[in-house]
Nanobody
Framework: QVQLVESGGGLVQAGDSLRLSCAAS????????MGWFRQAPGKEREFVAA????????AYAETIKGRFTISRDNAKNTVYLQMNSLKPEDTAVYYC???????????????????WGRGTQVTVSS
């Protein structure tokens, strides 16, 4: 059973930075794409960023491009989301997800992901 546990969320002010972490367990190796999604109150969940199994290929939503960076440490089975210049509209629950396909590429569509974490709250005050 694959488990994903997010951490690093919190309450910050506009312009601040946060780094989210997502630790994966329950399967051998780290050859799987991972992604970050978010869901703001009253809105549907949306894609934020994704990274392929090796870390060489990434994808970002236009709304956060240039401010957020996704990375991974395969030795720790952990993926990170560095969020800079945070805005109030970044307030949301942030979810980590991973694909079941080995050596998979980063995808923006929710249906491509097979396992999800429970989320971590990020609140940005103005």
């Amino acid at each position: 059973q694959v488990q994903l546990v997010e951490s690093g969320g919190g309450l910050v002010q506009a312009g601040d930075s946060l780094r989210l972490s997502c630790a994966a367990s329950g399967r051998t190796g780290s050859g799987y794409a991972m992604g970050w999604f978010r869901q703001a109150p009253g809105k549907e969940r949306e894609f934020v960023a994704a990274i392929d199994w090796s870390g060489a290929s990434t994808a970002y939503a236009e709304t956060i491009k240039g401010r957020f960076t996704i990375s991974r440490d395969n030795a720790k089975n952990t993926v990170y989301l560095q969020m800079n210049s945070l805005k109030p509209e970044d307030t949301a629950v942030y979810y980590c997800a991973t694909r079941a396909a080995f050596r998979s590429s980063p995808k923006a569509e929710e249906y491509e992901y097979d396992y999800w974490g429970r989320g971590t709250q990020v609140t940005v005050s103005s």
